[in-house]
């Protein structure tokens, strides 16, 4: 491959993913908002996001990075307005692991920018912890929307695509991890929703006691 087609490749897949990222969550704002189920939509997950995106904010402002800050200023926007959605309509917050969340990513940001990149390389699996526990828990997370995940997925095929043209390995392992559990989650939920045609609205709780409150 010439280094102009590559460098063409890695700017098309760098403004795509960056272009996802800022926007991937709308379809699960606007489905949030048009029927109010919160069903396998994590509130817990949606806190993180705020945490793991103004974290990158941080890093990419200290190393100077303007342009690639941009997304995940973007998205603290929009994982902003979700998580004030799902708090509006009684979903539960974990504060603890919220707590323990962003103390972690603190201290890291205080030791310096070496050690804050390092840990941010994890973020994308402990993000997804919350509402993977959520999505499958609930016997019909009929709240989630589908074409948020696989905007999510698009985003991280980007990114790893774009990681593996630049030889950034956490970008790849990112894209790896993101993609994967966006597709679980996919699977999970259109699985449930096929089983439950005709059944009516799904409850924002299962009959039992949701024990870990994601």
Not at 24 to 35: C, D, G, K, Y
Not at 162 to 186: F, M, R
């Amino acid at each position: 491959m010439g280094s102009p087609l590559r460098c063409s490749m890695t700017q098309v897949l760098a403004v795509g993913a960056s272009f996802l990222a800022a926007t991937f969550l709308i379809p699960q704002i606007v489905r949030l908002v048009r029927t109010g189920d919160t069903s396998g939509v994590s509130l817990t997950w949606a806190v993180f996001g705020v945490i793991t995106n103004l974290s990158w904010v941080w890093y990419l402002a200290s190393e100077r990075l303007w342009t690639a800050a941009l997304a995940p200023a973007l998205a603290v926007g929009t994982y902003a307005i979700l998580a004030l959605s799902l708090a509006s309509r009684g979903a539960i917050l974990r504060w603890g692991w919220c707590l323990t969340y962003s103390t972690v990513l603190l201290t890291a940001g205080l030791a310096g920018n070496a050690v804050l990149g390092s840990l941010l390389v994890v973020t994308p699996a402990v993000q997804l912890i919350p509402e993977l526990t959520a999505v499958y828990l609930h016997w019909r997370p009929r709240g989630v929307a589908e074409a948020t995940w696989w905007l999510c997925a698009a985003e991280a095929v980007c990114w790893g695509a774009y990681g593996h043209l630049v030889g950034d390995g956490a970008l790849v392992g990112y894209g790896i991890v993101t993609s994967v559990g966006s597709l679980l989650i996919v699977g999970r939920a259109r699985s449930t929703r096929r089983g439950a045609q005709g059944l009516g609205p799904s409850p924002s709780v299962p009959p039992w006691r949701f024990p870990l409150g994601v």
